[in-house]
């Protein structure tokens, strides 16, 4: 089953018309604007108020932000990079033991996005992991390379504690106590996807991943230092994210803009691929806890700013994100009031 579906276990001289997208759904890789200012966040200014005040412009204005001094240890990002591109290289019938297509699995080895529900499919293979708490899901996480488990399981902890720092400084950007977001989204989930992006013979007729938001709250995002492919959506236009020595890059999620109240963005992004050489993501994802009620905070609601999104569960959301297709309209406004 693994080897027919996974495309990193095979070179390919021409793209299998099953990923080839319909004209009008194609990147248009020359329209996109390669040089775009993108915001960049210094985590090591001494200046709190200025680090609040641009993580706060960053959220309304283009939903994502680049971070610098994060605390994350540079040497353990190039490691989990490393070993991701180890795990990707083992024999087929090794990968073939992780494999599976079931969306419920909280650890799976699987390819494009959801290959039972769409009928195109996506330039991707990728290792989906649960990863809190660590004690609970290590065990059944890859044992080869012998070091992925250790190496990950760390990483996982950093940017954990990372998150919780952005949320205290997001909570205070929207006039909230620092602790409003850590605590309103109850014991939070925490999951990743180590994305791999094999070279492709078109790229110009199919995606990594077509254009989406997250549907968690907050994704911290390990990019590939030497290969571009993210690209947000900005003022209509496409942007290209480049990659930035020792920098993170961080999402707004679908449950932040509707905490919000609709003021901070759950951008829109995709991945493109190339054909010069593979490319590896590592996304981490924080996530509210499954029965928590979400919605807009109470005090960024009032008469001259109404309720945007009714209130709901995460797990609601969640299984209404999976039910859809990847690209169809934003998720979020099947929840409006």
């Known amino acids: 089953m693994a080897d027919n579906q996974l495309i990193s276990t095979a070179a390919h001289d021409r793209l299998p018309g099953s ?15 390669p040089d775009a200012d993108i915001p960049v966040v210094d985590l090591a200014d001494p200046d709190r108020a200025a680090v609040v005040a641009r993580i706060g412009d960053a959220c309304r204005t283009h939903g994502f932000f680049q971070v610098l001094n994060h605390g994350v240890p540079v040497e353990l990002m190039m490691s989990v990079l490393a070993v991701a591109y180890e795990f990707f290289r083992l024999p087929p019938e090794e990968k073939a033991k992780l494999y599976s297509d079931d969306p419920a699995k909280k650890i799976r080895l699987s390819t494009s996005f959801n290959v039972r529900k769409e009928t195109v499919h996506n330039w991707r293979d990728y290792l989906r992991l649960h990863c809190h708490p660590l004690e ?48 309103a989204l109850g014991e939070q989930e925490q999951h990743m996807a180590v994305n791999f992006y094999p070279k492709c013979p078109e790229p110009e007729l199919t995606y990594g991943l077509p254009a989406h938001t997250d549907p968690n709250a907050l994704t911290i995002l390990l990019m590939d230092q030497q290969v571009g492919g993210l690209q947000v959506l900005n003022q209509g236009r496409w942007i290209a994210v480049n990659p930035r020595p020792n920098a993170l890059v961080i999402n707004i999620g679908d449950q932040l803009q509707a ?34 009620l979400l919605g807009p905070a109470a005090k960024l609601v009032g008469d001259d700013s109404p309720a945007v999104y009714r209130n709901y569960t995460y797990a609601e959301y969640y299984s209404k994100f999976w039910s859809r297709n990847l690209d169809q309209e934003h998720c979020l406004e099947l929840f409006r009031t």
């Open 259 to 292: 905490l919000s109240n609709g003021r901070y963005r759950s951008v829109w992004h995709r991945a493109v691929v190339n054909s010069d050489r593979p490319r590896m993501s590592v996304a981490s994802f924080l996530c509210p806890c499954s029965d928590v």
């Open 136 to 183: 609970q899901f290590v065990p059944e996480w890859p044992d080869n390379p012998p070091s992925f488990r250790e190496i990950v399981s760390t990483y996982c902890k950093e940017v954990r504690e990372l998150g919780f720092r952005l949320y205290g400084a997001i909570s205070e950007s929207l006039g909230l106590e620092e602790e409003y977001i850590k605590k």
């Open 19 to 33: 990923y080839v997208r319909p004209e009008e759904q194609r990147p248009r890789l020359g329209d996109v604007v």
